[in-house]
Structures are given as structure tokens and as C-alpha cells.
Nanobody, 125 residues
Framework: QVQLAESGGGLVQAGGSLTLSCAAS????????MGWFRQAPGKERDFVAR????????YYADSEKGRFTISRDNAKNTVYLQMSSLKPEDTAVYYC??????????????????WGQGTPVTVSS
């Protein structure tokens, strides 16, 4: 498995933008599809976005589609989440995750086998 470390979270006003990064350690990063999830206090961990191993296909939750963009740079072992038009309901700890086993959209956190520690994002009204 790969080790993942998120960064880039912080405090932003509603309507603003942030870009999160997830750096991976290990030799098999390009063999993994990557996902972003988020979890607010007292709530379940929810799917945000997913990108295929080569970056050719992306998937988004309906609430983020058109506002968030997932991308990856396999040469740098890094996946990104660009967030714009942020809303207070986007406030959560954001996690990146790696999936070594499948293709297509996967929305269940149980489908992913490696997780980072998370980076908090707070959107003020």
C-alpha cells in the first residue's frame, strides 16, 4: 500500500477557493485510482471525487460537480483537489484515499485500501 499525506486545508470565506494536495509515498502510486472524501463532525464520511490511474476519467458527487476538480501528477506522486465557489456546507476534514483494485466510480469508503490523516477545511459565511 501507499502512504498518503494531505495538505492545503485552512479557513476560507464563502465563495472563495482552495486547492488541496495529497502526496503519496511508495512505488505503486500510478497503480492506484485516487479518491477524495470528506467528513463533518458527527456525520458519515462522504464521497467527493475520484480519478483513474492515468487521470483520464474523473467522477464527482452531485453536490461538488462543476465546483471541484480532481487531478493528478503521477511524476510527482501527487493528487489535487481544486475547490471553488466554496459554501459553508463544504466545511469538513478532507481525506485522500487510494484504490488498488478496481475501475469506474466507487463511492463507498470501504472500497479504498489506503488513507491519509486528513486536512481540515472551514468555510465561513
Amino acid at each position: 500500500q501507499v502512504q498518503l499525506a494531505e495538505s492545503g486545508g485552512g479557513l476560507v470565506q464563502a465563495g472563495g477557493s482552495l486547492t488541496l494536495s495529497c502526496a503519496a509515498s511508495g512505488r505503486t502510486f500510478s497503480d492506484h485510482a485516487m479518491g477524495w472524501f470528506r467528513q463533518a463532525p458527527g456525520k458519515e464520511r462522504d464521497f467527493v471525487a475520484r480519478i483513474s490511474r492515468t487521470g483520464g476519467r474523473t467522477y464527482y458527487a452531485d453536490s461538488e460537480k462543476g465546483r471541484f476538480t480532481i487531478s493528478r501528477d503521477n511524476a510527482k506522486n501527487t493528487v489535487y483537489l481544486q475547490m471553488s465557489s466554496l459554501k459553508p456546507e463544504d466545511t469538513a476534514v478532507y481525506y485522500c484515499a487510494a484504490d488498488s483494485s478496481g475501475f469506474g466510480p466507487k463511492y463507498d469508503p470501504a472500497a479504498y485500501d489506503s488513507w491519509g490523516q486528513g486536512t481540515p477545511v472551514t468555510v465561513s459565511s
